[in-house]
């Protein structure tokens, strides 16, 4: 943080009144002991630290502020799940020197896996959730129905951007039908993690699913590139 305002600052490309915010989270009560006074506490406290120190410098120098929110909870799942699908557009863009289409499927790929694969652990885990007062869906959704319905339709959306490199020309067929085989398959496990009876079972299958689906259909498309380049 700080160095990027440092840079930004160094560089003149911050405007009169310019204000950075940071976001921190402090959890409830129970878990104080790790959120506040353990070795993640410390890393809050830095954090804060620096938010001081930088609030000190925008403000002689641009006339701006720099702060800390502390909150209770930040995000959602789907928006946490945005900085978890950037590596893979960061890698590919660094390798081909630009952000292309293909390095936004890739995004696409990761974000929506996401959902499913923590939607099944979530699920799996509700109870530890609960006790910590930790809001997730699982948590609030007792029958598991919308959590079911979530993880069904974020599949059936990375089947679809699974698919898009055969559609811009980007992957051999061979890369399609290993894909959709695949997606098949993993929508199969969600599809499943539907019916209310069993559904504890079917959270843990989806969840090996998602563990053996994701490196599967991203070496299938390493493979075919490899092969076709």
């Known amino acids: 943080w700080s160095d990027w305002i440092d840079l930004l600052l160094g560089e003149g490309l911050l405007g009169p009144g310019a204000r950075t915010v940071a976001y921190s989270y402090i959890g409830p009560e129970l878990t104080a002991a790790i959120y506040r006074d353990g ?14 120190a930088l609030h000190a410098r925008m403000e002689s120098a641009v006339g701006g502020d720099a702060w800390v929110s502390v909150n209770k909870a930040v995000v959602t799942q789907a928006s946490a799940a945005i900085p978890g699908a950037f590596p893979p557009l960061i890698g590919w863009s660094a390798g081909e020197g630009t952000v292309s289409t293909l390095g936004w499927i890739l995004f696409g790929v990761l974000f929506f896996w996401q959902i499913p694969h923590f939607m099944a652990v979530a699920w799996t885990y509700r109870g530890d959730y609960s006790t910590v007062h930790f809001p997730m869906l699982p948590v609030r959704d007792l029958s598991g129905r919308r959590v079911a319905i979530w993880s069904l339709l974020n599949t059936l959306a990375l089947i679809v951007v699974s698919l898009l490199p055969i559609w811009h020309g980007l992957a051999s ?14 929508l199969w496990r969600a599809v499943v993690f539907l019916r209310p009876e069993g559904r504890d079972l079917a959270a843990r299958k989806l969840f090996l699913a ?7 259909v991203l070496g299938a498309l390493v493979a075919d590139r490899l092969i076709n380049s």
């Open 39 to 52: 070795t993640i506490g410390h890393a809050k406290e830095h954090l804060e630290a620096t938010g001081h």
């Open 173 to 186: 067929n061979a890369y399609g039908l290993a894909a959709g085989l695949l997606g098949a398959w993993f």
């Open 210 to 216: 998602s563990i053996a689906y994701l490196p599967l």
